[in-house]
C-alpha cells in the first residue's frame, strides 16, 4: 500500500469517527487504531493479561519439548538395549508378525497416538501398531535388526511380482523391508542348507 493511499484512508477514517478512535503509529510505521474511551488503566491490564498467557504458552511449549525429548530419548535406549535372536537363514515359513517383541514404552506411544482408546483398541489400531513398531525397530537399528515384517513384505511382493528388483529396493529405501540382496542371500543360504552333507 503506497503512502498516499494510508494517509487516504487514515484522513476518511478520522473523518467518520472523529475524536472517539486515537490513530498513531508503531515502532514500525503500522497504524494502531484504539478507542478513545479505552483508559490507559484497561490497556495496561489487556496487556499483562496477554503477556502473562503468552509466558505460559512459551513454558507449556519447552516443557512438551522437554518431554518429548525425553520420552524419544527413554524409547530409542529401550530399542537399542532389546537382544533379537535372529536366525540365519531366515526361513519365511517360520516367521510370525506377532510375536516379534518390542519395547512396551513404543508400543504404549504409538497406542496412544493412534487412539483415545486404549483399553479398548481396535484389531485396526493392533495391526497398525505392530506394523508401525517393527519399522521403527528397523529404522533405529539401521537393519540390523529385521523384524518378521521386513522380511515377509519383501518376500511377498518378490513373490507377486515375479522378482522384480525395483519394488523390492523402493520398499527397502522407505524402511519396510529387506533389501534385494538380502533376499537373495537368504535363498542361497537355505538352498545350502537343503543340500544334503557328503
Known amino acids: 500500500m503506497s503512502e498516499t493511499t494510508r494517509k487516504h484512508i487514515r484522513r476518511k477514517i478520522e473523518a467518520e469517527f472523529g475524536s472517539i478512535l486515537l490513530i498513531f503509529p508503531d515502532d514500525k510505521g503500522k497504524l494502531i487504531v484504539v478507542p478513545d474511551n479505552l483508559s490507559v488503566e484497561d490497556i495496561v491490564k489487556i496487556n499483562l493479561a496477554m503477556k502473562k498467557e503468552l509466558d505460559i504458552l512459551k513454558d507449556h511449549s519447552s516443557d512438551i519439548d522437554k518431554i518429548i525429548d525425553q520420552s524419544s530419548t527413554y524409547i530409542r535406549k529401550s530399542i537399542l538395549d532389546m537382544k533379537w535372536k535372529s536366525s540365519w537363514p531366515i526361513h519365511p515359513s517360520d516367521v510370525d508378525i506377532r510375536s516379534f517383541p518390542v519395547p512396551e514404552s513404543l ?12 483399553s479398548n483398541p481396535s484389531q485396526r489400531i493392533v495391526n497398525l501398531v505392530c506394523s508401525f513398531s517393527q519399522d521403527i525397530v528397523y529404522a533405529v537399528t539401521c537393519g540390523k535388526t529385521k523384524p518378521p515384517k521386513q522380511v515377509l513384505l519383501s518376500y511377498g511382493v518378490k513373490t507377486l511380482t515375479g522378482n522384480v528388483v525395483e519394488p523390492l529396493q523402493m520398499l527397502n529405501r522407505f524402511g519396510h523391508g529387506i533389501s534385494y540382496h538380502q533376499i537373495e542371500e537368504n535363498d542361497t543360504a537355505l538352498c545350502i542348507e537343503k543340500l544334503p552333507v557328503i
Request: net charge positive.
Open 107 to 118: 508400543k504404549r506411544l504409538l497406542m496412544n497416538v493412534l487412539t483415545a482408546d486404549v
